[in-house]
């Protein structure tokens, strides 16, 4: 009689696997940002800014991913827990990523103007 060893396979909990998958999301909310920033159409204002600036602003992908985790489609979410908690996840991290984005940009950009200076 031959006897096999089970190999479990290291597999995530669906709460590493939401963390994992808000890093992709961060990412493309900081590069969806930017590229909004590009819009503005007025001469001499610094885009990049208005793109830092936006970032932290998710209140809405917060709404809009509460309602999505409680909309049912044939008696399944049409969100899954995991994609909920990566958005939640986003929402709590992009504010920190925005104070030192404007600082680089304005150390780059050497014809901003100085708002300590009178």
Do not use: Y
């Not at 999301?25 to 819009?39: D, F, N």
């Not at 309602?67 to 909920?84: C, E, I, N, V, Y």
């Amino acid at each position: 009689m031959t006897t096999w060893a089970r190999v479990r396979t290291p597999r995530f909990s669906k709460s590493c696997r939401g963390a994992a998958f808000c890093g992709p999301i961060t990412a493309a909310v900081v590069v969806g940002k930017q590229i909004g920033g590009l819009g503005v159409l007025e001469r001499g204002v610094n885009r990049l800014i208005i793109g830092a600036g936006m970032i932290p602003r998710g209140e809405a992908g917060l709404i809009f991913a509460g309602m999505g985790s409680a909309l049912m489609l044939h008696g399944r979410p049409a969100m899954a827990g995991t994609t909920f908690s990566a958005l939640v996840l986003m929402v709590m991290f992009s504010p920190f990523i925005t104070p030192p984005l404007p600082k680089i940009v304005f150390a780059r950009d050497s014809s901003a103007p100085d708002i300590g200076s009178p």
